[in-house]
């Protein structure tokens, strides 16, 4: 069976400490409904009353020492499922952001050991951190523009996305921004436990009474409770 985990060019404390107890206490208590089971892999779903609000997450924890994690550039408009399915992948997320007029990439991206694009100066607001990949470890590490050489001679597999929710089990605090791309909408993030397990976790939004979204002090709250030690997030769309 091939064990594939691909993350997709689609085209289509501070922060915790904000939180309640009984968000907390909603999060423990999540019944979470089994989607898939899969030798070292298992995908739920919840649907929820979280932060005041409905929520529908969904999540993918896996050991990475037994799938490979992938980085897929489609050569055109593709749905993240067509090309999950096209590339035999177990699991699948969209995740990098891209300029909408050129339809590429604009932050930094290796994908073969070859980099297909930069940083673009419009992502400095939320761009500070990067999924890296080297043989069948999956790493979430800081990330800023001129890190581009050393990081290229290091990973051959990197997307480099934002903001970074946890660091070493820390959570970033980014309390002073407000609205707009910080407010709720839908969210997708990776990320991985102390025991170097791999978490896809995808929060539904936009859509009345049943998924609100959630806003990136929220998004990190949920990854610090389900156990993350670092996490990143990622294009939501």
Known sequence: MKRLIV?????????????SAADSLAIAAIRWDTCCVRPHLVAVQ??????????????????????????????????TSVLAEAEGAAAAVNAGYFNVKRLVPSTFVRVGGRTIAA??????????????VKGRRVRIVPYAPEDDPRLARRYREIL?????????????SYADRKGGFWGR????????????????????????????????????????RLGLYAALNLDGG
């Open 185 to 224: 909408h839908p969210r997708s993030l990776m990320g991985v436990t102390r025991s170097g397990e791999a978490v896809l976790i995808v929060v539904d939004g936009r859509f009345a009474q049943q998924a609100a979204g959630m806003t990136i002090g929220e998004l990190t709250y949920l990854a610090q």
């Open 46 to 79: 919840a649907r929820l009353e979280l932060f005041g609000a409905p929520q529908t997450i969904s999540m993918v924890r896996y050991d990475a020492g037994h799938y490979r994690t992938r980085i897929v550039q489609p050569d055109s408009l593709t749905l």
């Open 119 to 132: 940083t673009e100066a419009q992502e400095a607001f939320r761009v500070n951190g990067a999924v890296a």
């Open 160 to 172: 480099a996305a934002g903001p970074l929710l946890l660091h070493d089990g820390e959570a970033l």
């Open 7 to 19: 993350l997709l060019f689609a085209w289509l404390p501070a922060a915790a400490a904000a939180q």
